[in-house]
C-alpha cells in the first residue's frame, strides 16, 4: 500500500459540473490524477481495475460535454463504472468499494442520480438508453441517453436486438463502443474480427479514421470535401457499414485516450446528432499501470494489491477453489472419454475451463457473452451424439432460462449443466448471487439436480454426469475454497435420486442440500452440549428426491429442517410437496425450511452475508430449539 496520490484538480471536482469551469489542458492533468485516485482507492478494496483504467479521458470526456444526471448515462455490466463515481459525488466513498455497507461495485439507482440504470450483467445498455429515450419522446425525464457498451457485450444477441430496434425508431441516442478487444478474456467471434478490421490498418494516423460516416458531423464548408475524400477510399476499408445498416450514424475509430480527439467529437455529435450514433471508441483495458497492462486479464479483478508493484494480498489456504476442482475432474474424465466438450459463454477463467481448453482445445467452445447461445448450442452437441458441459454460473443461467426449457429439457437432451457460483458470493452482491437456479430448473420434467456438500462430493458429480444420458443433469457448487476433506483420485457415479446418512441422531432430522451441511454439522455439534442429537442427511438431489430417505427421517423423528443455499421454491418446496402428498403432516409432523431470505442481499464476506440470510450454524441451532419448543436460557449472540 502507499500514500494517497496528489490530486489538486481532482480535489476541485465534486460534482460533474465542476468539469465544465475546467479548460481542455486541465481536464487532461484531472484525467490523470483520476486515474491515480482509482488505483489507490482499489488497492484498499480490491475490485475490477482494469476496465475503469480504460475508460478514464472516457469518462472524463462525457462528463464534461453531456449534462449528467439530465442526461443519462448508462454503463454496460458497470464493470468500469469507478472513475464515474468518483466524478460523481462519491469519492469520499471509493475506499469502501464492493464491502459491507459500502458502495456497490456496479451502478445502483438506489445509490446515486447519475446511476439512472443498475447494471451488473452484460449488453442490457441499449435497450435501456432506448427506453430512456423513447420516455424523454413520449414526456418523460429530459435529456440524452448515452450507453457506453464493451466490445465483448456487443457480440451479445441482446445488443443487436436493441441496435435493431433502435435504427427502426430513429431516435437520438448515443451509443459509445468501447473497443479494448478485451471483455473478461479476450474476445471471440465474427463481430470481433470486423472491429478489428476498422482499425487494423492504424486508423489514428489515417484520414479515413476522421472520414467514415462523419461527413455530415464536420463544419459546412468542409463537407464537401470530405465527401469527394470519403468516395476515393471507397473499396479501402470496411468502414461502419454493419452498425450504418442496422440504422446508425457511425464515427470512428478514435483514440479513446486523446482528450484532443474526444472533446471535439463529443461536442459535435451532441450539437448535430438526430438519430441514433455509434461513437466507435479504441481503448486499453489496464491503461496506464503497468502491472494491470502486462495481466493476461489487464487487471480486470484484482485483491487487494501494493500500488507500487501490484501484487496481491491472499490469504493462505489449505483448500482448492471448488471451481477448480470441477475443472480438474472434467479434464480427468474428458481424458478417459473423447466425447466429452465443454462450453462457456466468455468465462474461460472464472469457470475453470481455461485448463480443460490447454488440455483439449478443440473440445472447448466460448461461444463469447451469448448464454442463450451457450445452451442451444450445448443442445445442439448433445443431439450429435456428444457429451456437453455447459458451464455458467448460476446468475447468468438465468438468461438462457427458455433454452433450457424449449431446446434442452423438452427434447430431453442430456446436456450436462456445471453451475458455478452457487449461493451467495461476497463482493458482487446481489446480482451475482446464485439464489435461483434449483428453483427454476427442479420444476423442469426429467432434470436431475444435485448440489455439491464438498469439494470431493463435486469429484463425483461431474462422474455422474458424464454417466448420466437420460435427459439433462445439472450439478451447482459455490464461489470459494472447499472444505479441505480428503480427495478422490476418481470420481464415482452417484445413484441418481439417492442421497447420504452423515450422522445417526434423534427428536430432529436436519437434512441438508449444498455446502451449508457443514455449517449444519457445526450445529448438531453445540446442540449435542444441550442434549440435543439431530440426525444430519445429505440430500444430493432436488430432483428426483429420495423419497425412501425422506420418508424415513419424517416416520423415526418429530421433526424435519431442510437447509439449501436458494430461494423459496427450491428443494425444501418439493420436499414439503412429498410429505403434503403422503399424508404426513395429518400427524401433527413438524417441519421447517431455512431458504435464503425473500430480499436481494447486499455485498458483504459471504459469512457475514449468510449471517444476514439466518444459515450460519447459531441460526441452525436456533431453528432446532425453536422447532422443539426448548426455551433458549442465556441465548448467544
Not at 72 to 83: A, N, S, T
Not at 121 to 129: D, N, R, Y
Not at 231 to 257: A, C, I, N, Q
Amino acid at each position: 500500500m502507499t500514500d494517497r496520490p496528489k490530486t489538486p484538480l481532482l480535489d476541485r471536482v465534486h460534482l460533474p459540473a465542476d468539469l465544465k469551469r475546467l479548460s481542455d489542458r486541465e481536464l487532461r492533468q484531472l484525467a490523470d490524477e483520476l486515474r491515480a485516485e482509482t488505483i489507490s482507492a482499489v488497492s484498499v478494496t480490491g475490485g475490477h481495475l482494469g476496465a475503469g483504467l480504460g475508460v478514464v479521458e472516457l469518462t472524463v470526456a462525457i462528463h464534461a460535454v453531456f449534462d449528467t444526471p439530465r442526461d443519462k448515462l448508462i454503463w454496460d455490466v458497470g464493470h468500469q463504472c469507478y472513475p464515474h463515481k468518483i466524478l460523481t459525488g462519491r469519492r469520499d466513498r471509493i475506499r469502501t468499494l464492493r464491502t459491507e455497507g459500502g458502495l456497490s461495485g456496479f451502478t445502483k439507482r438506489s445509490e446515486s442520480p447519475f446511476d439512472p440504470f443498475g447494471a451488473a450483467h452484460s449488453s442490457t445498455s441499449i435497450s435501456a438508453a432506448l427506453g430512456f429515450a423513447a420516455a424523454r419522446d413520449l414526456g418523460g425525464d429530459p435529456g440524452d441517453a448515452i450507453a457506453v457498451i464493451g466490445d465483448g457485450s456487443m457480440s451479445a444477441g441482446m445488443a443487436f436486438e436493441a441496435m435493431n430496434n433502435a435504427g427502426h425508431l430513429g431516435k437520438r441516442l448515443f451509443v459509445i463502443l468501447n473497443d479494448n478487444e478485451m471483455s473478461i478474456a479476450p474476445p471471440v467471434g465474427a463481430l470481433s474480427t470486423y472491429l478489428s478490421k476498422l482499425y487494423s490498418e492504424g486508423p489514428f494516423q489515417d484520414i479515413k479514421a476522421g472520414l467514415k460516416g462523419a461527413v455530415s458531423f464536420l463544419p459546412e464548408p468542409f463537407q464537401e470535401g470530405a465527401r469527394r475524400a470519403k468516395e476515393m477510399l471507397k473499396g479501402m476499408t470496411v468502414g461502419g457499414t454493419l452498425f450504418e445498416e442496422l440504422g446508425f450514424s457511425y464515427v470512428g475509430p478514435v483514440d479513446g485516450h486523446d482528450l484532443d480527439q474526444l472533446l471535439p467529437l463529443l461536442r459535435t455529435v451532441k450539437a448535430r446528432a438526430t438519430g441514433p450514433m455509434l461513437l466507435h471508441v479504441i481503448t486499453k483495458k489496464g491503461k496506464g499501470y503497468a502491472p494491470a497492462e502486462a495481466a493476461a486479464d489487464k487487471g480486470h479483478a484484482t485483491g487487494k494489491f501494493d500500488v507500487l508493484t501490484g501484487a496481491q494480498a491472499k490469504a493462505a489456504s489449505n483448500a482448492p477453489s471448488y471451481t477448480k476442482v470441477f475443472a480438474q475432474a472434467l479434464v480427468t474424465e474428458a481424458a478417459r472419454d473423447d466425447k466429452i466438450v465443454a462450453v462457456t459463454a466468455a468465462m474461460p477463467d472464472g469457470t475453470g475451463l481455461n485448463l480443460f481448453a490447454e488440455r483439449f482445445p478443440s473440445r472447448c467452445f466460448d461461444v463469447g457473452i451469448a448464454e442463450q447461445h451457450a445452451v442451444t448450442f450445448a443442445a445442439g452437441l448433445a443431439a450429435g451424439g456428444m457429451k456437453p458441459f455447459c458451464t455458467i454460473y448460476s446468475t447468468f443461467l438465468q438468461r438462457g432460462y427458455d433454452q433450457v426449457v424449449h431446446d434442452v429439457a423438452i427434447q430431453r437432451l442430456p446436456v450436462r449443466f456445471a453451475i458455478d457460483r452457487a449461493g451467495l458470493v461476497g463482493a458482487d452482491g446481489a446480482t451475482h448471487a446464485g439464489a435461483f437456479d434449483v428453483a427454476f430448473l427442479a420444476n423442469l420434467p426429467g432434470m436431475v439436480v444435485m448440489a455439491a456438500a464438498d469439494e470431493a462430493d463435486l469429484v463425483h458429480m461431474v462422474a455422474t454426469a458424464v454417466a448420466h444420458d437420460d435427459g439433462p443433469i445439472a450439478f451447482r457448487y459455490p464461489r470459494g475454497e472447499g472444505v479441505g476433506c480428503d480427495m478422490p483420485e476418481r470420481g464415482i457415479p452417484l445413484e441418481i435420486g439417492k442421497g447420504r446418512m452423515i450422522r445417526q441422531g434423534g427428536r430432529v432430522a436436519l437434512l441438508s442440500f449444498g455446502t451449508r451441511l457443514a455449517e449444519v454439522q457445526k450445529a448438531a455439534d453445540a446442540l449435542a452440549a444441550r442434549g440435543i442429537t439431530p440426525t444430519i442427511a445429505d440430500a444430493r438431489f432436488a430432483k428426483p428426491l429420495d423419497r425412501d430417505l425422506i420418508l424415513s427421517l419424517a416416520h423415526d423423528h418429530e421433526a424435519l429442517i431442510t437447509i439449501e443455499e436458494g430461494a423459496i421454491g427450491g428443494f425444501g418446496s418439493h420436499v414439503a410437496q412429498l410429505l403434503a402428498d403422503e399424508g404426513v403432516f395429518d400427524r401433527g409432523f413438524k417441519f421447517r425450511s431455512m431458504v435464503l431470505p425473500d430480499t436481494f442481499i447486499d455485498q458483504a464476506n459471504p459469512e457475514k452475508m449468510y449471517a444476514v440470510a439466518g444459515m450460519n450454524a447459531p441460526q441452525i441451532e436456533a431453528k432446532v430449539l425453536e422447532v422443539l419448543g426448548v426455551a433458549v436460557v442465556g441465548k448467544r449472540a
